[in-house]
């Protein structure tokens, strides 16, 4: 079983930025799939971006060119640099692992349902 813990997240004024961690913990190794998600209550929780063991990466469209997500598996740390930060950029993001490659996935970034194992999410809050 894996265990991923989120930190990181505040409140920031629009065009900010905030840079999520990850901690990965327990049975995992360097060929899965990470990720991070989002949710705002009342919705679907949406794939933000993932990225591979060998760093290649994917992200949704409306975060593309502001988000950059990395990984250091030595550390089994994910990250989440987020810039230009967006009042509806406000939700709760999750981090989250496959045990899989991303791409073996046909959705880039790949879907919620892919994932099994999840952190409790940090809060990120932008003030326009």
């Known amino acids: 079983q894996v265990q991923l813990m989120e930190s990181g997240g505040g409140s920031v004024q629009a065009g900010g930025s905030l840079r999520l961690s990850c901690t990965v913990t327990?049975?995992?190794?360097?060929?899965?799939?990470l990720a991070w998600f989002r949710q705002v209550p009342g919705q679907e929780r949406e794939g933000v971006a993932a990225v591979d063991s060998d760093g290649g990466t994917s992200y949704a469209a409306s975060v593309e060119g502001r988000y950059t997500i990395s990984r250091n598996n030595p550390q089994r740390t994910l990250y989440l640099q987020m810039s230009g930060l967006k009042a509806e950029d406000t939700a709760m993001y999750y981090c989250?692992?496959?045990?899989?490659?991303?791409?073996?996935?046909?959705?880039?970034?790949?879907?919620?349902?892919?994932?099994?194992?999840w952190g409790q999410g940090t809060q990120v809050t932008v003030s326009s």
């Open positions: 327990g049975d995992f190794y360097s060929n899965h799939c």
């Open positions: 989250a692992a496959a045990k899989r490659h991303c791409w073996t996935f046909a959705s880039r970034p790949p879907r919620a349902s892919a994932f099994t194992d």
